[in-house]
């Protein structure tokens, strides 16, 4: 019954912060929405470029992160490096629409006016009254100044070269190019997606991480589709159970998995006694000092302030030899049995599993030698 309430409690925790973290994101995609069609009225670019760097962001660093260990990113990293992708343009607005929206190729001295929104737009980041170190803020920095990087160090505004520049950056860089080919432009007519692949894993749009360029490769398609039917499934309720899930993980949060914890112990006590075929049972608190004796022949619990049994006295001796021996246990290795005149005991410590793995107690088995 205690291991079913406590399982009752996690889940509505559980089910409480998938509610909030379900109402935070999709507040947040209403602002991203707005903020597509403010930016995209200004430049003509198509006011779905926004929302479509967010799902190519995410989808390709999901992948990423299924691929390798190289980085080691969890969901709630995902999501952060999502959202601030839709800033990474947002120093355009400092742009003349002229060149902006100019349909034929831009003079040399009007592509540095255009490259300059990457510095503009991280100086805007910069200057808003966040800290720095604000996660979100720090992202979206990072995202706005780096996101023309090349991994050859051919980009701009400051030559980085490979995992120089934050792997936010590198995401938001191919998932930009990939959208601006299979978009149409003032200056240029829509690729279809496979062309625009191809294009971008043949180099022609510039260096890019190759883990990066495999994932693409792999995901091109469903990114493409995910752009025509905007069902990114970023929105999903499932998508709130892993962020929550990382939540109640989180250090941020202090004893939350404690009644997880209490749980497994539980479920550690009670598979122990399932699978021991003794008739004498013992659980012993040293916390209160407690020990509880289960006689399963006669169907009888005892509950004992010491270590005695009917049938034979424990002296000091023996409680100093089981003494040496709990001393001796561990995580890893928590058993141990003991021979007491014509019985063996077995003895399995039970631990917290918390911050530091503490002994909490510990069970076991009586049985007669033969």
């Known amino acids: 019954m205690n291991t079913l309430v406590l399982y009752a409690n996690q889940k509505r925790l559980t089910n409480v912060v998938v509610n909030q973290v379900y109402e935070k994101e999709e507040n947040s995609k209403i602002m ?44 709630s990293d995902i999501t952060l490096i999502a959202t601030a992708s839709s800033l990474h343009d947002i120093g355009k607005v400092s742009i003349s629409k002229d060149i902006l929206n100019k349909p034929a190729k831009l ?13 503009l737009g991280a100086k805007m980041i910069r200057s808003m009254e966040y800290p720095n170190d604000n ?15 090349r991994f050859d160090g051919k980009g701009y505004p400051d030559g980085l070269v490979g995992n120089d520049i934050p792997i936010s950056a590198q995401v938001v860089s191919i998932a930009d190019v990939f959208d601006a080919l299979t978009s149409t432009r003032v200056y ?18 510039g260096c890019f991480n190759p883990l990066l360029l495999e994932c693409l490769k792999e995901m091109g398609t469903d990114i493409y589709v995910a752009f025509k039917t905007q069902k990114d499934d970023y929105k999903d309720y499932h998508e709130a159970k892993k962020l929550s899930g990382e939540i109640l993980k989180s250090e941020t949060l202090p004893y939350n998995d404690h009644s997880q914890r209490i749980i497994d112990f539980l479920q550690e006590k009670m598979d122990f006694f399932e699978l021991s075929q003794s008739k004498v049972l013992f659980d012993y608190n040293p916390l209160i000092g407690e020990l509880t004796i289960i ?53 399995h410590t039970l631990w917290s599993g918390l911050d530091t793995d503490q002994y909490i107690g510990v069970i076991g088995q009586i049985d007669r030698r033969r």
């Open 107 to 119: 003079t040399d001295e009007e592509y540095e006016i255009m490259k300059s929104h990457t510095l």
């Open 188 to 205: 240029k007519k829509a690729y279809d997606y496979r062309t625009a692949i191809q294009m971008i894993l043949d180099g022609k749009c």
């Open 295 to 347: 006689d399963r022949e006669k169907n009888k619990k005892y509950k004992k302030s010491t270590l005695e049994f009917e049938s034979f006295d424990v002296n000091e001796k023996v409680i100093e030899k089981v003494k040496k021996h709990l001393n001796e246990t561990s995580v890893e290795n928590k058993d141990f049995t003991l021979q007491f005149k014509e019985l063996n005991i077995k003895f």
């Open 32 to 75: 991203i929405g707005i903020l597509s069609n403010v930016v995209g009225t200004y430049n003509k670019e198509s006011k779905e470029h926004i929302l479509h760097i967010r799902i190519a962001t995410q989808m390709l660093l999901r992948r990423l992160v299924e691929k390798t260990d190289a980085y080691p990113l969890t969901e």
């Open 135 to 149: 996660p979100l803020v720090q992202m979206a920095y990072e995202i706005c100044r780096w996101h023309h990087e």
